[in-house]
């Protein structure tokens, strides 16, 4: 069935650094993908998005491009912030399954001033 | 984005009580809502889809005559835990899209954290 597969938390960085978060996906077609970010004791907010393969999402300093020969799409950002740290949820979905999103187990993110 | 509030944020029931989580979609009409489930430190688990007018799609191994959810309007989805037990204990999330939003895209409340004593 399809699937999402996030790299293991926690992820600790120091302010400025370089993140990555890495994300693959198994799916059967070509799914929409999604990063969310969940802050503590909220709901998921959408951080970005891409609908198709080589877009490239970007929202806050953070992108993610759709890699769809190595199925990936992992979330970047050139220098992190200690507002940064959160749980960040990659997800795909399909149009024509109403929407239903299936996530990665999540990744937790501490950034250190 | 599209904006969701959930109400309430947080509430403490005593076991066997029944709980009712309000979703509202502020500033479109939500076609379809979603209701997610989520244990400390884990991830989002689909409970249960939600057309309006229809009736609830509940996902495998979720008791619907638990969980009962109802859609009755564009803009407001409730979810009601009967019969809480301790175990129900849980952070309720709801999301929302619909053809404004594209249908692919799901906006989420804040969440809903339930404590069954």
């Known amino acids: 069935g399809d699937s999402v597969t996030q790299m293991e938390g926690p992820v600790t960085l120091s302010e400025e650094a370089f993140l990555t978060i890495n994300c693959t996906y198994t799916?059967?077609?070509?799914?929409?993908l999604f990063w969310y970010v969940q802050y503590p004791g909220e709901g998921l907010q959408l951080l970005l998005k891409a609908t198709k393969a080589d877009d490239k999402g970007s929202n806050k300093g953070f992108e993610a491009t759709y890699r769809k020969e190595t199925t990936s799409f992992h979330l970047e950002k050139g220098s992190v912030q200690v507002s940064d740290s959160a749980v960040y949820f990659c997800?795909?979905?399909?149009?024509?399954?109403?929407?239903?999103?299936?996530f990665g187990q999540g990744t937790e993110l501490s950034v250190k001033p | 984005g599209a904006v969701v509030s959930q109400h309430p944020s947080r509430v403490i029931c005593k076991s066997g009580t029944s709980v009712k989580i309000e979703c509202r979609s502020l500033?479109?009409?939500?076609?379809?809502m979603f209701w997610y489930r989520q244990f400390p430190k884990q991830s989002l688990m689909l409970m249960a889809t939600?057309?309006?007018?229809?009736?609830?799609?509940?996902e495998q191994g979720v008791e619907k005559d638990k969980f009962l959810i109802n859609h009755a309007s564009l803009t407001l989805s409730t979810l009601t835990v009967t019969s809480a037990h301790p175990e129900d204990s849980s952070f309720y999330i709801c999301?929302?899209?619909?053809?404004?939003?594209?249908?692919?895209?799901?906006?989420f409340g804040p969440g809903t954290r339930l404590l069954v004593l």
């Open positions: 999301s929302v899209t619909g053809l404004a939003v594209g249908l692919e895209t799901q906006y």
């Open positions: 997800a795909l979905s399909f149009y024509n399954q109403g929407g239903k999103l299936i």
């Open positions: 799916a059967t077609g070509y799914p929409s």
């Open positions: 939600s057309n309006e007018g229809s009736k609830a799609t509940y």
């Open positions: 500033d479109f009409q939500a076609t379809t």
